[in-house]
């Protein structure tokens, strides 16, 4: 073959070239960077492969993807570039009808045009295993699959990382298509180069990358007379993604995702035009408009100005073979940015952020960062939660190949700036600082313009305003928080009556209510033993401006209240309301302080009062206890050599957390402490504590001060209500610990210095005692803090008694005690305190609270575990685990169903579960091994899970816990364990249920499991990836066909023990 006589410096392989978007790009490039260049086109089609061939002359035409031999491509390749130094750019856009959602059922690679696909990425690898070149830049493109698991699977197949784009981007037409590349994404986005700024989300499980360009201006478009859809003119949208007409000539059926979502003008236009295109074509808003006001559609030259390609590009075509071909084509903006991505990675230093982190305004340096990379999602970056997460797949084979092999965990943007950490944040520190120093008079008029009772909530000894709510608004604006309408609430206050989310008692109900229970606790004047202290602090927080009074009580509640005479500022009454108020009764709560001695802290009885019941919201607070710090020690550990030494943690208490922040409303905040001289009236500018809406409040305000600390510093702070801290290693921790501390006390965020523990390795944090060493955490309760709690639960046994806000205090305290010693073998033991705490809304005060028998189990179970629990250790580098897969069937009417199809099952029937034929079968990996067992779960077992719902989870859990039981002494300490019913999963991973039988068998389980020190990691996994499915049936084809061993055990003794353990319980 004749070698060229110039030299090139790019070389583009386009697949399935289609209109030649590809190679057009590839063009437009070469004479941008005044490079030189030669295509090699593909092209099956005759009249497409004529219409590149009119626009690109001088490329090599190789006509049928599937025909093409790699060593006559590699031969061709040798002679444009003889030397090899040429960039090799494969770009492909297979034929993806096969792939589409808008199809009833797409056959994905499985189908004719859909496995071109497989072929082509078979061409690819084996292309570049052999032609001795670097390898190329990839750009491949295909609709999102209606299977996840294709892109998946293409991933690997390509070598590559699949991203979504949508070209509503550039603000004119929708086009959202995968794109499988190899853009080291972190670190191009760095670069002073870069194409476009990038911002990550994620589409359906797949990251998205949007680009930040400006967008397309519709004045630059020749429309030949037509007028753009209202959808352009009025801002509301863009247009929907072109789409092919149809081949048949019925027209083509609506996609079920429009079916009861077309208008009956739409229906009628659609039908009107022998349903050409998708329904939503037809719309108003997106139909064109011509000179006389009738709606039409885009014209093929429009269309091609919508994919930014030459107006009358694909003129040489046939109409509709020329709709067809500009629908199924790139948008050219869309894929040129791509190919610069690709093109950049290719270059010296791609690997290098430009500029450097502090060589500009270290603010602006970090909304920089945030704008660019994807700190939180995007290709490659699994976070701690999801980084082994292989629930998407479906297909077995793959899901057991997958999971083999566990994916590394890492801090992309902590890491890729470790070594400039230290000094970032201090140029952080002083710049938030400064933004504080400049934007003074403006937060000073702020300031002034506030209400009264938020002034005096923000107030400070200085005269002006503690937090810096504009500053703040103004960081997390240019950051990219979200959650806007929390800074009106900073401003305004928040709500604390029925300004959330509907509770289950309405407003004016809890008027009435509250009248009734304010009037009857005044007649009975109880007086607190620890009134003094409640009113020491009351009077501070008068002082200080968070709370006002004493006030005059309403006449309506036929007593007189009394001033607080011990204080020349709380010594008369001011006047009251003159009727009934929201209102409740301050109690006195008792804690063991830092200094090991004990404290009383006042608080406010919301739920008595029935002020909590007007209130709800939507989900819960996040919490991060103890094992969020240990996960992100081993994250960390697993980026640091052993030579880094040990990950040390720090923590600090916000300084009057709830009572920083106002209320938006005091008349709703009024509280009575009750003295041996009468009631005092009081009420609170700021929030209160046992609020609902004060706890949901502050813990918003919560997550705002941590990702700030994240997004400005890159210290992964984190939080269990009021409580913040991190870990790092040694050479970082300092700068985290101190520049946390400084750039929140410049923020207004002030935390408290006795309570201050500064990075070490040892500390107690959140109620425990946390230790991290070279490889491994240690974590265990305090021998004081034990003591106490095995006081506290004698002296309810010797009392026969637990009262509900008795209960709820317990149950608090438990959770920190259960992490640090017994982990899940204590959650359902603790799961009858949370009960009683709630017992109260459907009890009586008058029917007492004697302990019951669910409680007194619980106790004994609990004092057993504080005499005999030993520390619990993780270990942060797991080099071998054991993987486990079990699942379970029955039969029900002569149908076998899967555990996970229970809840479609139509009609139960009134025959016992105890008596239904079923099986258990499980796979399990032992690294040179693999084991699998099946067995059948006799009726003496069954029997005592007569209900439905334990039927299910107990054949469940007990397909997850036999192999831990059959197999201990062969198993790692460390096990993953697939399951594909997610209720039994939640049951087994939190360590109860809805069933008392059921909390019994997974408590014994754990107890088990704690016993022998193993460290059990549930998944969820697709019941078709299950590759124990067919084990549990009796069906062993797929096990012998992968080499697997039959295990046999005693499985009736297994389940004779298990049994007695459940009913004798974990104490004989």
Known sequence: MPRETESVDAILLSFFDGIGTAALVFQQILEEKSWKGHMILWESDEDLAALTKEHFPKADHRGDVDNERVADLIERLDAIDPGRKATVIIAGGPPCHDYSRIRSSAPGAQGLEGSKFVRFAELVKELERSWGRPQAVLIVENVLPQNKADIRAFEKALAAQAVMHDSSDFGIISRPRVWWTRVPWQQVSHRSDCPAKLRWSTHQGVPRVTFAVHPDKIDDFDLGGLKWPSVLLDRVGVLPCLTTPSESPEGRPAPRSSKGKVDSQTQARWLQDNRSYAPWHYQDKNMFTDKSGAFRLATAEVKEQLHHLPCGWTRKLRDKARHRALANGWHLRAAKLFFLF??????????????????????????????SAPLLNGPGVPTLADADDLSDIVDPYEHWAASQQASAMGLPVWRHFRNVLPEMRRAVTRAVEELVADREEETAAWFRQCPPHIQKAYYSQSGRASVQVPVIRELATRLGWKDMTIFEEMERGFPMLGMLVGGCVMTGDFFQENFAFVTSRLRRARVDKDWEAMADEIAADVKCGRMEGPFAMPECWGVKGVALSKYEHTA??????????????????????????????????????????????????????????????????????????????????????????????????????STPSGPTLWKHNVLMFGSTASVWSYCRIADLLAWLSRALLLVPLLHFVDDFGSDEPADTVISAYEETLATCRALGFKFKEAKAQPPAKRHKLLGVSAAFENDRAVIECADDRRQRLDSMLLQILLEDQLKPREASAIAGK?????????????????????????????????QGWKLNSALRSAIAYLRYRLAHGEPRIVQFDVRHRSVIYADAFFNLHGKSYKVSEADNIPDWGRECPASFLNGVGFVVCLGDVTLYAYGIVPYWFVRYFTSRRAFIYMLEILGQVLPLIALESRLHRHCVLFVDNEPAKQALMKGYGKDDCINRLVQTAWVFIEKKKLQPEWQRVCSSANVSDSVSRGNFDLAESMGWKRFHFNWEETLQQLLDECLQGPLR
């Not at 006042?602 to 919201?617: F, H, I, K, Q, Y």
Request: proline share 8%; with cysteine; glycine share 6%.
């Open 572 to 673: 008369a009454l001011l006047s009251g309301p003159q009727e009934h108020v929201p209102c409740c009764f301050a109690f006195a709560v008792h804690q063991i302080g830092s200094d090991g001695q004990p404290k009383v802290r006042r608080a406010e009885d919301w739920r008595s009062s029935g002020a909590n019941a007007t209130v709800g919201v939507p989900d819960s607070p996040a919490y991060r206890d103890i094992t969020a710090f240990v996960e992100l020690a081993r994250a960390i550990r697993k980026n640091n050599s052993p030579a880094d030494g040990a990950v040390q943690l720090w923590g600090v208490d916000h300084e009057a957390a709830y009572r920083q922040f106002p209320v938006s409303e005091p008349n709703h905040t009024w509280v009575i402490l």
């Open 342 to 371: 690709g093109l950049l990675s290719t270059e010296a230093g791609a690997l290098h952020p430009q500029p450097k982190p502090l060589g500009c305004d270290a603010i602006e340096c970090m909304v920089r960062i945030w704008e």
């Open 814 to 846: 438990l959770p920190f005690i259960a992490q640090s010693m017994f982990g899940k073998a204590s959650m359902a033991a603790i799961r009858p305190f949370h009960q009683r705490a709630q017992a109260s809304a459907f009890r009586t005060q008058q």
